[in-house]
């Protein structure tokens, strides 16, 4: 069974900067594609940051040139920095992974952007 645990959201300002960790568990993770995915209130489940098996990366338009995503394929876990966090980047942040055809999610961390 597939575990995805989610850490280290919280309250941040303006300008600032975050670092979330995804721990995985239940599956060959170094075979594994893995992406951060963002949920505003209101507002629909949008892609952030994906990171392939073999490193390659991608960062949504939206936070582009502020978002780096990571992994350690030793400790099983995938990283998501964002630098200069805005208002509009508060949300909960979901580690996804698609696994035998189907997404499997973490339970979401908050991330709050506010002075």
């Known amino acids: 069974q597939v575990q995805l645990v989610e850490s280290g959201g919280g309250l941040v300002q303006p300008g600032g900067s975050l670092r979330l960790s995804c721990a995985a568990s239940?599956?060959?993770?170094?075979?594994?594609?893995m992406s951060w995915y963002r949920q505003a209130p209101g507002k629909q489940r949008e892609l952030v940051a994906t990171?392939?098996?073999?490193?390659?990366?991608n960062c949504a338009d939206s936070v582009n040139g502020r978002c780096t995503i990571s992994r350690d394929n030793a400790k099983n876990t995938v990283y998501l920095q964002m630098n200069n966090l805005k208002p509009e980047d508060t949300a909960v942040y979901y580690c996804?992974?698609?696994?035998?055809?189907?997404?499997?999610w973490g339970q979401g961390t908050q991330v709050t952007v506010s002075s």
């Open positions: 996804n992974t698609v696994y035998r055809g189907r997404d499997a």
């Open positions: 239940g599956i060959a993770f170094i075979l594994y594609a």
């Open positions: 990171i392939t098996s073999s490193g390659s990366t």
